[in-house]
């Protein structure tokens, strides 16, 4: 894998310990996760020290709340990644969608946050889409999705503002 300046990156995971606790009752449904993990990591072959220590350890918490009635859902997440050494990595997620039929109309919107080493310097996005899936055969769906992200980093910027359009099919098996 490679994403750090462009030389190769290894991740190694260790000690991962997690759960997952879903509860669903007619139209609600609540899922909440955690899980731990201490990593490594080594770039372009030298390994990765974090203040003088060689691994990290990792906390992600998350929880999702979803409703559906009958035609009307709406599909929510909230998500933190705690990183010892790195600060904290806070996303969520809000999508709104109508069945007519085969066909689904949705929009969505999403924020991702990072906390940095110093004032104004972590990451920092959210994502405005809108789209439409349509269920062709019992078994496969066409989709379209337009996002519009919104760059809010300061020195740690990923791309930029963008826009894309997203055409794919997904197929059950």
Do not use: C
């Not at 990792?58 to 709340?65: E, P, T």
């Not at 904290?88 to 969608?97: H, K, Q, R």
């Not at 760059?151 to 791309?159: G, H, R, T």
């Amino acid at each position: 894998m490679v994403f750090f300046f462009g030389d190769k990156t290894r991740e190694i995971w260790k000690d991962i310990l997690g759960g997952v606790v879903n509860i669903s009752k007619d139209w609600l449904e609540m899922r909440f996760t955690h899980m731990q993990y201490n990593n490594e990591r080594y770039i372009g072959g030298e390994r990765t020290l974090w203040e003088g220590n060689d691994s990290r350890a990792g906390k992600f918490y998350g929880a999702s709340f979803n409703a559906d009635f009958d035609d009307w859902f709406i599909l929510t997440e909230l998500n933190r990644l705690d990183l010892e050494y790195d600060g904290n990595l806070d996303t969520n997620m809000v999508t709104l969608g109508y069945r007519v039929s085969t066909v689904t109309p949705y929009i969505a919107y999403s924020s991702m946050s990072q906390d940095g080493d110093g004032i104004d310097d972590g990451e920092n996005h959210n994502t405005s889409s809108i789209g439409l899936r349509w269920d062709f055969h019992h078994s496969a769906a066409f989709k379209v999705q337009f996002d519009k992200v919104k760059d809010n980093s300061f020195d740690f910027a990923v791309a930029g503002d963008s826009e894309s359009l997203t055409l794919g099919i997904d197929l059950v098996f």
